[in-house]
């Protein structure tokens, strides 16, 4: 830096490697006051961020950036390095946030949650899609299948299950029989408690139970193994070696779970009964014979399948939800765990809002 008749010329080198040198040359020029036309920088030479840092102190950022605007003799390089520098040091106020009325906020805050709904609607609709289109190519070739992945997800998924959903329902099954007969005791209809117990869970209550406590159990398992091995780079390993993760993590999966809803389905509706069949006995002096007879003589074989035809369909979104979610983390830990609870809360709605459209269908179609 030199200067001369009053107009600073800054030429030479401004990089690291000199920076220390720099920083003392420009401490004997702070405090005075510069403006365009009296600072010359058309000798510059080499310049980094350093000593961009450097130059934008001297001269201050604005003064920086005006200069490097108006000089066209400098590298377009150059000239964008300080410009940006010069940019990035400039204190700039702090936009005011913008003031919503109460109901403003709330109109914008429901925009938002719709279009979140639909997005997520969106993804699930092409990967459910997706599921279709790879399940068409790989049934009909059966070299293709993963019989041994296929076995294990039963395994994980199914017989794991059993125990809980058998609790579970038993214990509701009790629970509504008991219900029944204490409101049913005052018009002495206590008799169809039987009834109540056999239509509520062959309809409702046997494939719900075990939809709900699969989409918290087997859902979130499925976002969490597919998230994890996203956050390890292996679903891009997979891909590396020219596979499909869909057919290699999903497809197995899915068909598992088709099958293994259906099974605990039944087991929910059998310890129902049981738990109901229980409390007959103990309480209403139904013996267990008697409680056969009534369902035998007043529950048609239809309502048994109205349960079971919804325990695939829910036992198919539950598991695409799983997955989908599973693909959606991104490369950290709290993602997995996000995307878990995500997982379970969609898999959860989904099948309560399936259900509840299914029975105003099946109602009206006198089913």
């Known amino acids: ?65 005006a200069l490097t605007a108006q000089e066209t003799s400098l590298p377009s390089e150059q000239s964008a390095l300080l410009h940006a520098v010069a940019d990035a040091l400039m204190q700039k106020p702090s936009p005011e946030p913008e003031k919503l009325t109460p109901v403003s906020q709330f109109l914008t805050e429901t925009g938002k949650t719709v279009e979140a709904i639909w997005h997520l609607i969106y993804l699930l609709s092409g990967f459910v899609g997706q599921i279709i289109a790879t399940l068409s190519v790989v049934l009909p070739r059966p070299k293709r299948w993963r019989v041994t992945a296929f076995v294990a997800a039963i395994q994980n998924t199914g017989l ?36 109540l117990v056999a239509f509520s869970f062959l309809r409702e209550f046997g494939v719900l139970l075990a939809a709900i406590l699969l989409a918290g159990r087997t859902a979130s398992a499925f976002t969490a193994q597919i998230g994890a091995m996203k956050v390890n780079e292996e679903l891009d390993a997979i891909r590396t070696l020219g596979l499909d993760p869909v057919e290699l993590l999903v497809i197995p999966r899915v068909l598992a779970m088709m099958v293994s809803l259906p099974i605990l389905t039944f087991v929910g509706m059998l310890s129902g009964l049981v738990g109901g069949a229980m409390v007959c006995a103990i309480s209403l002096d139904i013996s267990p014979a008697q409680f056969m007879a009534i369902m035998e003589r007043d529950i048609a074989l239809q309502h048994f399948l109205v349960g079971m035809s919804k325990a695939p369909i829910f036992a198919f979104l539950i598991s695409a939800i799983g997955c989908l979610e599973g693909f959606k983390v991104g490369g950290s830990a709290q993602s997995v765990g996000v995307h878990t609870t995500s997982s379970v809360v969609q898999s959860i709605f989904i099948v309560i809002l399936l259900d509840a459209v299914a029975a105003l269908f099946f109602m009206e179609m006198g089913w």
Do not use: C
């Not at 200067?3 to 220390?20: K, M, P, R, S, V």
């Not at 059993?162 to 018009?187: C, D, K, R, Y």
């Open 1 to 65: 830096m030199t200067n001369e008749n009053g107009t600073l010329a800054i030429h030479g080198d401004w990089t690291l490697n000199d920076y220390q040198t720099l920083k003392q040359r420009v401490a004997e020029y702070s405090g005075q006051q510069w403006n365009t036309a009296t600072i010359d920088i058309k000798s510059l030479g080499r310049v980094d961020t350093a000593g961009a840092s450097l130059l934008a102190k001297l001269l201050g950022p604005e003064l920086l950036a």
């Open 160 to 195: 794991n299950a059993l125990p809980i959903v058998a609790l579970l329902t038993f214990l509701v099954g009790a629970v509504v029989a008991f219900l029944g007969a204490t409101v049913l005791e005052g018009f002495g209809a206590t008799i169809y408690t039987v009834n």
